[in-house]
T-cell receptor
Framework: DVKVTQSSRYLVKRTGEKVFLECVQDMDHENMFWYRQDPGLGLRLIYFSYDVKMKEKGDIPEGYSVSREKKERFSLILESASTNQTSMYLC????????????FGNGTRLTVT | KNEVEQSPQNLTAQEGEFITINCSYSVGISALHWLQQHPGGGIVSLFMLSSGKKKHGRLIATINIQEKHSSLHITASHPRDSAVYICAVDRGSTLGRLYFGRGTQLTVWP
């Protein structure tokens, strides 16, 4: 079974702090994604990566950056956390190709105070 | 306008009822996904469809490519089916990104 592990389930940070959210997968998948999920808005793509050191902006990249130094790890960085970044953050992977379902981590609920 | 629309937004049912959740999309796709999210956040992939129909236990997913429409059916619903059901489409790019509907909150009462 594919395992996608997010480093924290719940996180509370202060405004202005630099925040790192880590995602690790154990199945050698090429594609990795970071989403945020807010009530009434559904899942919105922040950034995705299709290979080591490769990244693409999603729909809402402002205020975020990402790092993919190794294939199994995709990090989301909030450069200077703000209260409007309080949200549920979900990491996902897929192996690229036909008939490839998406695999999600359990999510990190981030609160910025 | 969202490229993927789900209906209804909220659905309440009595245990045992037959349930249908609908998904319409406005773009060409290579595949459509149905996902389930229980309280607490974890999302599980239920189905991936590019044509026809798939069945897994009490869940059935259908897709009509010409009409750009998919349905998720739950037969003999149970309180443990209470969750958010999310439709997502793959537009076929090699990068694999999906476009999501806003989800349907299903509550099944005993």
């Amino acid at each position: 079974d594919v395992k996608v592990t997010q480093s924290s389930r719940y996180l509370v940070k202060r405004t202005g702090e630099k925040v790192f959210l880590e995602c690790v997968q154990d199945m050698d998948h090429e594609n990795m994604f970071w989403y945020r999920q807010d009530p009434g808005l559904g899942l919105r793509l922040i950034y995705f990566s299709y290979d080591v050191k490769m990244k693409e902006k999603g729909d809402i990249p402002e205020g975020y950056s990402v790092s993919r130094e190794k294939k199994e790890r995709f990090s989301l960085i909030l450069e200077s956390a703000s209260t409007n970044q309080t949200s549920m953050y979900l990491c996902a992977t897929d192996p690229r190709g036909n008939d490839s379902p998406l695999h999600f981590g359990n999510g990190t609920r981030l609160t910025v105070t | 306008k969202n490229e993927v629309e789900q209906s209804p937004q909220n659905l309440t049912a009595q245990e045992g009822e037959f349930i249908t959740i609908n998904c319409s999309y406005s773009v060409g796709i290579s595949a459509l996904h149905w996902l389930q999210q229980h309280p607490g956040g974890g999302i599980v992939s239920l189905f991936m469809l590019s044509s026809g129909k798939k069945k897994h236990g009490r869940l059935i997913a259908t897709i009509n490519i010409q009409e750009k429409h998919s349905s998720l059916h739950i037969t003999a619903s149970h309180p443990r089916d209470s969750a958010v059901y999310i439709c997502a489409v793959d537009r076929g790019s090699t990068l694999g990104r999906l476009y999501f509907g806003r989800g349907t909150q299903l509550t099944v009462w005993p």
